[in-house]
């Protein structure tokens, strides 16, 4: 069973980075995507961002392009996501994930094709 441990979670102020970690406790470890995603108070899980272990390309959704860069270390098992001009609206409990497989086309989008979570990490925006 594939553990994710998440950290780097916070209050900031608007406009400040974060940098979010997740590391996988499980070797060999090589998941198709690993992701993240985000979830506030009241609404439904959120897809961030996602990334090809073994290849470079990266997805992101609309709202985070140019503000969120997802990245990874095969060799340590961390995923990354460093969060710049962060907003209030941001706040949330971040969550990394992996998929096995991708069975579906935009796989990487989709919260219920991801295999293993970790236990979520608070990011708290105030303004």
């Known amino acids: 069973q594939v553990q994710l441990v998440e950290s780097g979670g916070g209050l900031v102020q608007a406009g400040d980075s974060l940098r979010l970690s997740c590391a996988a406790s499980t070797r060999p470890f090589s998941p198709y995507y690993m992701g993240w995603f985000r979830q506030a108070p009241g609404k439904e899980r959120e897809f961030v961002a996602a990334?090809?272990?073994?290849?470079?390309?990266?997805y992101y959704a609309d709202s985070m392009k140019g503000r969120f860069t997802i990245s990874k270390s095969n060799a340590k098992n961390t995923l990354y996501l460093q969060m710049n001009s962060l907003k209030p609206e941001d706040t949330a409990v971040y969550y990394c994930?992996?998929?096995?497989?991708?069975?579906?086309?935009?796989?990487?989008?989709?919260?219920?094709?991801?295999?293993?979570w970790g236990q979520g990490t608070q990011v708290t925006v105030s303004s």
């Open positions: 994930a992996g998929q096995t497989t991708a069975w579906g086309f935009s796989s990487w989008k989709s919260a219920p094709e991801y295999d293993y």
């Open positions: 990334i090809r272990w073994l290849g470079d390309n990266t």
